[in-house]
């Protein structure tokens, strides 16, 4: 069995992102803009943001945005037990196939946590 490493996953991941940054300045620019405007704190505050996209990374089976968002959440200060509380709820949400991906970003976040 293959275990997942989320750094790797995330490093990987950033690295095709700057050749597609490379290729298409304009739609990443865009894109950024968006992530920035989406996760700022406003009525909703960034932490919470951020625990929204996990369960919606654990949903839809998306290792890059478990990854991006588990450490997001580690350095917002988000506690291990309040992580494991979203994502029982993403696992209702998601039924079995989303118990998979939720133990998946429980890892994610240790791995990150760790340092």
Same mark, same amino acid.
Request: glycine share 10%.
């Given at each position: 069995?293959?275990?997942?490493? @989320?750094?790797?996953?995330t490093?990987?991941?950033?690295? @095709?992102?700057?050749?597609?940054?490379?290729?298409?300045?304009?739609?990443?620019?865009?894109?950024?803009?968006?992530?920035?405007?989406?996760?700022?704190?406003?009525?909703?505050?960034?932490?919470?943001?951020?625990?929204?996209?996990?369960?919606?990374?654990?949903?839809?089976?998306?290792?890059?945005?478990i990854?991006?968002?588990?450490k997001?959440?580690?350095?917002?200060?988000?506690?291990?037990?309040?992580?494991?509380?979203?994502?029982?709820?993403?696992?209702?949400?998601?039924?079995?196939?989303?118990?998979? @991906?939720?133990?998946?970003?429980?890892?994610? @976040?240790?791995?990150?946590?760790?340092?």
């Amino acid at each position: 069995m293959m275990t997942k490493v @989320y750094k790797e996953i995330t490093g990987d991941i950033l690295t @095709y992102m700057k050749e597609i940054r490379k290729e298409t300045p304009a739609l990443s620019e865009a894109f950024m803009a968006m992530n920035t405007a989406a996760f700022g704190d406003g009525e909703v505050e960034k932490k919470t943001k951020e625990m929204i996209a996990l369960a919606i990374g654990v949903a839809t089976h998306c290792d890059g945005c478990i990854g991006f968002h588990a450490k997001a959440l580690v350095k917002l200060g988000a506690s291990r037990k309040e992580v494991a509380e979203v994502l029982g709820v993403a696992v209702q949400m998601g039924g079995g196939p989303a118990m998979m @991906y939720a133990a998946d970003a429980l890892r994610a @976040y240790d791995e990150f946590a760790a340092g």
